[in-house]
C-alpha cells in the first residue's frame, strides 16, 4: 500500500456521462498530481493542485476539471465523456518543495475508466 | 523545455540476461532523475533515483548513473528474472520548472523463463 488511495478502481460509463474519481493523497503530503495513462499516448499530465490551489495544467480537456478540497484529497470530474476518453487515471503525491525532487511522486494504484 | 526520451520498447530478454534501458534528458536547471516501474495492473512504483550528477541509484538488483556529461540515465540489471516484466518510465523534476514531473514514454520488458 503507498499510501495514495484512489476510488474507485474500476468504473463502466456510457458516452455523454459524468463521472468523479477520487483521490487521497498520503498522510503529510499537500500536493496532488493526476494523470492519464492511455495505451496510445502514454502518461499525460493533467494538472496539479497544492494545498488546495491549483498549480498548473497540463494537457487536461475541457470537460475535465479537478479540485482540492480543505481535507487535501482530490476529485477529478469527467464530463460529456466519450470513447477516446477510456483510459486508467493516476493520481499521484508529494511533499511540498525540495521534497519533490529528493523524493519523488507516490502514486495510487489508478482508476480504470471504460467509456461504452 | 524539460523532457526525457527512452528506448523504445518492447523488450524480451531471456531469464538471467543482462539488462539495459536508454534513457536522455534535457533540462534548464540541474534535475533529479528518477526510475518508475509498473506491475501489469498496478500503479507506478519507484525503483531508484539519483539527485545529483555521479549520483547512483540502486534497488532490487537495478542501478543508474547519472551521467551530467551525457545527460544520461540508463537503467541496468545484470541477470534478470521473470518477476521483473513490467513498464519501466524514466522520470525528472526540476525545480527550476516547478514541481512538476516529465515522463519517458515507458519501456515494456519481458522477461521469458
Known amino acids: 500500500d503507498s499510501g495514495v488511495t484512489q476510488t474507485p478502481k474500476h468504473l463502466i460509463t456510457a458516452t455523454g456521462q459524468r463521472v468523479t474519481l477520487r483521490c487521497s493523497p498520503r498522510?503529510?503530503?499537500?500536493?496532488v498530481y493526476w494523470y492519464q495513462q492511455s495505451l496510445d499516448q502514454g502518461l499525460q499530465f493533467l494538472i496539479h493542485?497544492?494545498?488546495?490551489?491549483?498549480?498548473a495544467k497540463g494537457n487536461i480537456l475541457e470537460r475535465f476539471s479537478a479540485q482540492q478540497f480543505p481535507d487535501l484529497h482530490s476529485e477529478l470530474n469527467l464530463s460529456s465523456l466519450e470513447l477516446g476518453d477510456s483510459a486508467l487515471y493516476f493520481c499521484?503525491?508529494?511533499?511540498?518543495?525540495?521534497?519533490?525532487?529528493?523524493?519523488?511522486?507516490?502514486f495510487g494504484s489508478g482508476t480504470r475508466l471504460t467509456v461504452v | 523545455g524539460d523532457s526525457v526520451t527512452q528506448m523504445e520498447g518492447p523488450v524480451t530478454l531471456s531469464e538471467e540476461a543482462f539488462l539495459t534501458i536508454n534513457c536522455t534528458y534535457t533540462?534548464?536547471?540541474?534535475?533529479?532523475l528518477f526510475w518508475y516501474v509498473q506491475y501489469p495492473g498496478e500503479g507506478l512504483q519507484l525503483l531508484l533515483k539519483?539527485?545529483?550528477?555521479?549520483d547512483k541509484g540502486s534497488n532490487k538488483g537495478f542501478e543508474a548513473t547519472y551521467r551530467k556529461e551525457t545527460t544520461s540515465f540508463h537503467l541496468e540489471k545484470g541477470s534478470v528474472q521473470v518477476s521483473d516484466s513490467a513498464v519501466y518510465f524514466c522520470a525528472l523534476s526540476d525545480q527550476n520548472t516547478g514541481n512538476q514531473f516529465y515522463f519517458g514514454t515507458g519501456t515494456s520488458l519481458t522477461v521469458i523463463p
Open positions: 498522510s503529510g503530503d499537500l500536493s
Open positions: 493542485y497544492y494545498n488546495g490551489e491549483e498549480r
Open positions: 539519483a539527485t545529483k550528477a555521479d
Open positions: 499521484a503525491s508529494s511533499v511540498a518543495g525540495q521534497g519533490l525532487v529528493t523524493y519523488g511522486y507516490t
Open positions: 533540462a534548464t536547471g540541474y534535475p533529479s
